[in-house]
């Protein structure tokens, strides 16, 4: 059966210092990878997606960039944290593109920007 | 305006009820889904729709593609059923099937 991964589960960092969160999936290849945010009081927002290893899609121009070194493993950065990066982080995948897949989420981490 | 958009906001019930919940959304869709949200964080998918109904336990979703609206119905409430409740959509030309989401629906259901 799949599994997906994240952690931290929680990370306090203070304004200006880096970031690297890690999401890594299990049981199943050349899955759809998702980070999404939900910032406090706000909606979750989708923030980046990657169809495959190297390929990358930021859909909102903001602080924090990701990466897919690997085909199960996606990982959000940042160099220099914002207050406004505070949020609650999720990971997600999907078997592929298609409206007949179902997207499946991490456990998610929350981030306190101080 | 929010391309999904959720009502009501906020419901409060008392176990047992039929609680229903809307989302209309204003942009053209390839699939929707319902996600549960608890406490924690953690996010569950409970349907995933692009026409008619899906039933599940006493879950209940139905979407109708022509009038841009979604509603998800929990029949005999029970307070395990409190948490928040999220549309999100599957954008016509959005990237790779990433989510546009509603804002929530918190609900609570009183014993």
């Known amino acids: 059966s799949q599994t997906i991964h994240q952690w931290p589960a929680t990370l306090v960092q203070p304004v200006g210092s880096p970031l690297s969160l890690e999401c890594t999936v299990e049981?199943?290849?050349?899955?759809?990878l998702y980070w999404y945010r939900q910032a406090a009081g706000r909606g979750l927002q989708l923030l980046f997606y990657?169809?495959?290893?190297?390929?990358i899609s930021s859909e909102v121009p903001q602080n924090l960039s990701a990466s897919r070194p690997q085909d199960r493993q996606f990982i959000l950065s940042s160099k220099k944290l914002l207050l406004s990066d505070s949020g609650f982080y999720l990971c997600?995948?999907?078997?592929?593109?298609?409206?007949?897949?179902?997207?499946?989420f991490g456990p998610g981490t929350r981030l306190t920007v101080t | 305006k929010n391309e999904v958009e959720q009502s009501p906001q906020n419901l409060t019930a008392q176990e047992g009820e039929f609680i229903t919940i809307n989302c209309s959304y204003s942009?053209?869709?390839?699939?929707l889904h319902w996600l549960q949200q608890h406490p924690g964080g953690g996010i569950v998918s409970l349907f995933m729709l692009s026409s008619g109904k899906k039933k599940h336990g006493r879950l209940i979703a139905t979407i109708n593609i022509q009038e841009k609206h979604s509603s998800l119905h929990i029949t005999a409430s029970h307070p395990r059923d409190s948490a928040v409740y999220i549309c999100a959509v599957i954008r016509v030309g959005g990237g790779a099937d990433g989510l546009t989401f509603g804002k929530g629906t918190h609900l609570i259901i009183q014993p």
């Open positions: 942009v053209g869709i390839s699939a």
């Open positions: 997600a995948w999907s078997a592929a593109s298609g409206r007949g897949y179902e997207q499946y």
């Open positions: 990657s169809v495959g290893i190297g390929q």
């Open positions: 049981g199943t290849s050349n899955p759809n």
